[in-house]
């Protein structure tokens, strides 16, 4: 409950802890005979105070040891604890006792005794307001005399700890002069650096700027031959894109003679067909003719103007074979024929497919040249833009690089002005540390 108290803390945060109390010590109740609080006090030497409790266990005051003394040294004393109406009546002797949360911390203790005057033998306890023990006034005041002795070596202890803090103070404070005083050496060193260096920077952006104007010419340039070019590959756009149709129409028409090859095939086969019919005829006329001359051999001198009509029907018949023979042969090499333009159609249109890839891709190829054409006259004409913002930038630049060097010049001087400081800070510091030390 109470904290030990800690030498550098202030006296106010000083927690000692007490003795237990004597929570197991006599009480007595309300309404009890005074001659059973006469027994406390004889059993117990020490005893100053007797408790008074109520029947609910609060404190209702205390019986003290000095007024049991007075009763007892009276020498009609003994005769009033036997009086009925007088020893029975320990409610009569009650007195007031201070009354205190157990929880409380030694300031509040010794606050509650000393206000009860030099009658006060102790203070009774209280836990949520029941009755939890006693602490007497001997041991109040040892609390007392162990508060005011750790205040003591509290304030002794805070005395060397200021002493210490200010040996310390002043070697840190040496220190940090004497990094001052080096910072202050090295920024102005630094800032003639800086100053030097803005000098350089401002000549070197003098010549940034007249290559940014040179830069921005040629830019300029540039930009106008992009866009010539752009024209040019999109004429070239153009002109591919026609081709390709072109070549687009030429596959369609290829695709069409191909169709029309494949039926003057297909009627020289049937045509084939006719003549062979007609070369069956012609055959099967023959050997009619044949027959019809035996038979007319057969029939004498009767028969030979039939003879004379097979063999010109055998001799039509053989020049119908004849006939069919050509027209077969000229179907053939008809059939050759078109076999070979469906071969040169077939390659042709191969070729002209191979084109139409060739043309979609040199389509594309221009196209993306003229894009890439655009995208690289837009960049240089973005580019010829920057130049003379760079340009712009850099003479500004030049005029901060100016600028510069003042400020530079300027940070110097502060350089100087505060090494002065410090040297005045080291002088009233030390003077601070001793008089401290003299106190």
Do not use: W
Request: with cysteine; proline share 2%; aromatic share 4%.
């Amino acid at each position: 409950m109470y904290a030990a108290a800690v030498l550098s803390a202030p006296a106010s945060d000083i927690r000692i802890d007490p003795p237990s109390n004597d929570r197991d010590g006599p009480t007595i109740r309300l309404g009890r005979p005074l001659s059973e609080a006469v027994d406390h006090f004889q059993h117990d030497a020490t005893l100053r105070l007797l408790p008074v409790l109520d029947a609910m266990g609060r404190p209702a005051g205390a019986i003290y040891e000095r007024d049991m003394r007075r009763i007892l040294f009276n020498p009609f004393g003994h005769a009033l604890l036997r009086n009925p109406s007088f020893g029975g009546r320990l409610d009569d002797h009650v007195r007031f006792c201070a009354v205190i949360d157990r929880e409380a911390d030694v300031e509040q203790l010794v606050d509650a005794y000393a206000a009860q005057g030099a009658g006060c033998e102790g203070l009774i306890l209280v836990d949520g307001g029941i009755y939890a023990g006693v602490i007497g006034g001997p041991q109040l005041l040892r609390l007392t005399a162990e508060r005011d002795a750790q205040i003591a070596a509290a304030r002794i202890a805070r005395v060397e700890n200021i002493t210490r803090e200010s040996r310390d103070f002043g070697d840190e404070v040496a220190r940090l002069i004497a990094g001052l005083v080096d910072m202050a050496d090295s920024l102005s060193a630094l800032a003639q650096q800086a100053s030097d260096r803005s000098r350089e920077d401002g000549a070197d952006c003098a010549a940034m700027a007249v290559a940014a104007a040179q830069t921005a010419e040629t830019m300029a340039g540039i930009a106008s031959g992009g866009q010539d070019m752009g024209l040019v590959l999109q004429n070239m756009e153009r002109d591919v894109r026609e081709a390709g149709q072109a070549i687009r129409d030429a596959v369609t028409r290829s695709r069409a003679s191909a169709t029309r090859s494949a039926a003057l095939r297909d009627e020289a086969d049937e045509i084939g067909e006719v003549v062979a019919l007609i070369d069956a005829i012609a055959r099967a006329t023959t050997m009619l003719a044949l027959n019809a001359r035996i038979e007319a051999a057969r029939a004498g001198e009767a028969g030979e103007g039939f003879a004379v009509v097979a063999r010109e029907v055998k001799s039509l018949a053989q020049q119908t074979r004849d006939a069919a023979a050509s027209i077969a042969g000229r179907i053939d090499h008809i059939r050759q024929t078109v076999g070979e333009v469906a071969q040169d159609q077939a390659h042709m249109d191969a070729a002209i497919g191979t084109a139409d890839r060739l043309s979609a891709a040199v389509f594309d190829a221009v196209d993306r040249q003229g894009a890439f054409s655009r995208a690289v006259a837009f960049s240089v004409a973005d580019a010829g833009s920057s130049s003379d913002h760079i340009r712009t930038r850099a003479r500004q630049i030049s005029d901060h690089a100016q600028d510069a060097v003042i400020g530079a010049q300027a940070m110097r001087d502060v350089a100087h002005r505060l090494s002065e400081e410090a040297h005045r800070l080291d002088a009233r510091a030390g003077g601070f540390i001793a008089a401290m030390g003299a106190a």
